[in-house]
């Protein structure tokens, strides 16, 4: 079978390369070496062994939907417009590209969120509507798919609990995951390239929560950038404030990102995917909710996380937070099988995908 999967694959975003590895993942197990959509196919090729085409390219995009048996739409936050008023029609142009050549496909492990607009909930209806099946990660992006005319998508979890944590003993480490802060603004420039105007205020806060933090669990602090052309200058930022003695900073690749969160005993994330791979290691994590999908997590985590606004006065709290969940290795082990459990729906829907094109 033809598998063509349309996806932000190829960026430098190792939360949205974790999700294609999940993906690659999944259809390994059914013997599958899918083609991606990728925003640099030769470093798809280079990390993942999967051909791809450019997602710049309109004219291979249109081959590759045309030699595909089936297109898989995911997974991720594809199905948003707080991004960008562009993200929707980009992203579901792929999916009409799909439906123009009858070619059969299905949504995998999306999130939904921010459909603000008028048009975009009429996009996202039309375009859609026409899925073999969808699933979703969280129950939110259920229900706001029901709101906006597509009802039927079946809850699983983010593709990348597809993946294992590699067997790592946890050090005395205390990893950090920070992201940019973009705000509500709409830019038209690329996001790598827009200046980092995180608030001083933000950055002070998480200085000085997380030098307390490290002062009062004898950790050492450990910044992981998970998209390092936004994440680093943060984290030096934040780190030029502290005076814990012993910080490190790390930019690792897909092949080591998940070790990175295996080795720490808890974690600090703002990162969405931060808090997964501490919850693919076993590990407690304290959120910092700069999205939906962020405070959504937390609650699927119960006991083995905390979650923090985005507010100075909130983060000046992560020594407590943290405190609260150093020995929650309990729950977060629970809450990961449940979503383990929970995301062979996924795989199911690929089988059906399947099932339906070899009719």
Known sequence: MRVLVAGWIGSTNLGDELVFAGMRRLLADRGITPVAISQDPDATYLTHGARAVSGKDVGAIARA????????????????????PLNLPYHLSRVEVARKRDTPFAGIGLGVGGLSSVLGRRLVRRSMGAAVAITVRDAASCDLLTEVGVPGSKLAADV??????????????????????????????????????TPQPHVEALARGIDAAAVQTGLKVRFVALQADRDDAVHRRTAELMTTADIEFATPDLDGVLAEFAAARAVISMRYHGGIAATLAGRPVVLIDYASKVS????????????????????????????????????????????????????????????????
């Open 160 to 197: 990348a609990f597809a993946l294992t944590a590699p067997p790592v003993t946890p050090s005395d480490r205390l990893v950090v995951s920070l992201r940019r802060w973009g705000g509500p603004t709409r830019r038209r420039r690329p996001a790598s390239k827009a200046p980092d105007t």
């Open 65 to 84: 939907a045309r030699k595909a048996d089936v297109m898989i739409f995911g997974g991720g936050g594809l199905l948003q417009d707080d991004s960008s």
């Open 296 to 359: 959504s997590l937390a609650h699927e985590l119960g006991g083995g996380a905390r979650l923090l606004a985005w507010d100075p006065g909130d983060l000046d709290t992560i020594p407590g937070a943290l405190a609260q969940v150093m020995d929650a290795t309990g729950p977060v082990e629970e809450a990961r099988e449940r979503l383990q459990r929970r995301a062979v729906a996924n795989g199911q829907v690929i089988d059906h995908l399947l099932d339906v094109a070899r009719a």
